[in-house]
């Protein structure tokens, strides 16, 4: 049995869900080959074929793939899925966009977001926003699957020694074109993979406040910036900091929520946390039904206090 991990990169690097994703792939068993389709993107291949449990690295290098449009990319993975029992992806933007277009194409039921392995063919996934846990069985040839990338640990990236071979690219489907990226750029880590996570809600009151009271806390701890739903629709900060069903799903080491009352769709993306902090004054609030330690104090008050004692 051999199983296909589409790694997510920029060309330059290896993302850490891709990590992630071959870890749920050895739970699964059979012999582990990824898939690398970019432009220049040698480098991205030798890192992958040093990840421990990789046994084959398959590269298409060729222009048309250095912006991992989906619909190259489905093509290029429906062309190469002879032979392979699984298809796996980090259940990020790109794996969301890609991998239903690969299921329809293959004409099989994607079983998405998965964060347990039962067995070859069963899996759990979340159902429900989270609150309930599905376990599910495909009785499908080839099965089509997103991974839930808190849901595994990350393979260790060194320890490998797979072979790499060269892969026909295809041609380009002309279907769809990249315009433009406009890329966050910030010294604080990456939200996804952050250790440690800030987040505030809408208790915070303004993007002032948000930003007067959360960053200096955030700077002590040298942690990510996050926020609820309610605060992104409120203006205070951009979408790239939502956490939740809707935005980023995330599981750091240490997660504060800070003003955040705790609604089902932020509880989604952020309850798999090993340890939650709550600050908020309402003693109510569902928050503290997840977190491991709660202060029910004025916001305003505490985290100066908080950010003064560390």
């Known amino acids: 049995m051999s199983l296909l991990v589409i790694a997510e990169h920029d060309n330059a ?7 992630n994703a071959i870890t749920a792939a050895v739970k699964i068993g059979g012999e582990i080959h990824v898939l690398v389709a970019g432009s220049g993107c040698g480098a991205v291949a030798e890192q992958a074929a040093k990840v421990a449990g ?13 912006d991992q449009t989906a619909e190259n990319l489905a093509a290029l993975i429906v062309a190469n899925a002879a032979g392979y029992s699984h298809i796996l992806a980090p259940a990020t ?12 194409l293959l004409d099989v039921a994607q079983i998405s977001e998965i964060s347990a392995v039962v067995d070859a063919d069963t899996f759990v996934r979340p159902i429900y ?11 499908d040839a080839t099965k089509v699957i997103t991974v839930r990338t808190t849901g595994f640990d990350a393979a260790a990236a060194t320890g490998g020694s797979a072979v790499v071979e060269a892969l026909a690219a295809g041609a380009d489907l002309g279907l769809s074109r990249l315009i433009g990226r406009e890329l966050t750029k910030s010294a604080r880590p990456e939200l996804g993979a952050a250790k440690i996570i800030v987040s505030g809600g809408r208790g915070m009151g303004s993007g002032e406040n948000y930003h007067k009271v959360l960053e200096p806390l955030a700077d002590k701890l040298g942690a ?8 992104v629709d409120a203006g205070f900060v951009p979408n790239d900091y939502q956490v939740g069903q809707t935005g980023k799903i995330v599981a750091p080491q240490l997660y504060i929520a800070i003003g955040i009352s705790g609604a089902i769709q932020h509880l989604a993306g952020m309850k ?10 309402d003693a109510d609030a569902p928050i503290f039904q997840v977190a491991d330690y709660g202060l029910v104090a004025d916001l305003f008050t505490a985290v100066p206090e908080l950010v003064a004692a560390l």
């Open 272 to 281: 798999d946390s090993k340890v939650i902090v709550a600050i908020n004054k």
């Open 93 to 104: 933007s790109n794996g969301k966009n890609t991998l239903p277009r690969v299921a329809a």
């Open 129 to 139: 926003a989270g609150n309930a846990m599905a376990t599910v069985k495909s009785a």
């Open 13 to 19: 690097s290896l993302k850490t869900a891709t990590l």
């Open 224 to 231: 990510a910036m996050g926020a609820s739903r309610a605060a």
């Open 54 to 66: 990789v046994a084959k690295v398959r590269v298409a290098d060729a222009a048309h793939f250095g």
